[in-house]
């Protein structure tokens, strides 16, 4: 998606400019329309395709592209590496041996992205077996305010949850208590930031301009994310792993524009310090 307004890409840019990166990206089966984003990339970073050669650009062929791009981070041959096409088992894997099982991704697995009017999201859970509990959703609220301190983006936050408070006296009670450990979340951040429940109105939190939006758990986050990108009514730049110090970022395999990832990873390497 290509929106008439945004707001993070310039912001985006400005920090992959300061200076130039390389970025892996696992790419097993490449269209013309793939190659076509990925040109764009060139004009901010120097793209590394990992699984198969692509005329113009510095490729590596190979049948395990998930090994090859965790050793290119290894060895410091690129800044930062995307999942792109690579199978998300072999690369959670290459992840798990890359960070010695030392590090969780599911307790910052945030998805970045920019709606038609040009409105930052920072949506999770969005991994079907986490944000279940006030626990992963704390976690995640911490790494989401985390990036867009870095990013020099104020925060406001929205819970949502299975009810609304009016409806709480004829809602079923697994429906209810997902609205009361909504609450708990607000109380424990409402001396920090601006916070707000509002029950199963994904759109009003949006109108409000929040930008860090907590869905009710992880799966149905990921049916979330999955739609708006399937219906062409989100801009995508990524699930960066928020808690790993190497800049790694997941995406759907299925998406045949990853330059956003790009702009993205070049981005997060020139805030590390």
């Not at 892996?24 to 990339?41: F, H, V, W």
């Not at 409000?208 to 799966?219: A, D, R, S, T």
Request: proline share 4%; hydrophobic share 40%; glycine share 8%.
């Amino acid at each position: 998606m290509r929106q008439m307004k945004t707001t993070l890409e310039p912001v985006l840019l400005k920090l992959a400019q300061l200076r130039r990166q390389r970025v892996g990206l696992g790419l097993t089966r490449p269209t013309d329309k793939i190659i076509a984003y990925l040109e764009k990339t060139k004009q901010f970073c120097d793209p590394v395709l990992v699984g198969r050669q692509v005329p113009g650009f510095e490729s590596i062929v190979s049948d395990q592209p998930h090994e090859i791009l965790f050793n290119l981070l290894k060895e410091n041959k690129v800044g930062a590496i995307i999942r792109g096409q690579v199978s998300s088992v072999p690369f959670r894997d290459s992840f798990n041996s890359f960070y010695e099982g030392k590090v969780d991704p599911g307790d910052a697995f945030v998805s970045v992205l920019e709606d038609n009017e040009g409105r930052v999201i920072l949506l999770s859970p969005v991994t079907n077996g986490r944000g279940w509990n006030n626990e992963d959703k704390i976690l995640l609220i911490n790494a989401s305010v985390g990036l867009l301190a870095k990013l020099g983006i104020p925060v406001k936050i929205g819970i949502l949850n299975y009810s609304r408070e009016e409806e709480l006296a004829h809602g079923k009670d697994f429906l209810n208590k997902t609205f009361f450990e909504a609450n708990e979340l607000i109380d424990l951040f409402k001396e920090k930031y601006e916070i707000k429940n509002f029950g199963i109105d994904f759109d009003i939190a949006l109108s409000e301009n929040c930008n860090i939006i907590i869905e009710q758990n992880g799966g149905t986050g990921n049916q979330v994310i999955r739609s708006l990108v399937f219906l062409e009514a989100i801009r995508n730049y990524g699930v960066p792993i928020l808690n790993a110090d190497r800049v790694i970022i997941e995406s759907m395999r299925a998406s045949e524009d990853f330059s956003d990832h790009f702009l993205l990873a070049a981005a997060l390497v020139n805030t590390q310090k």
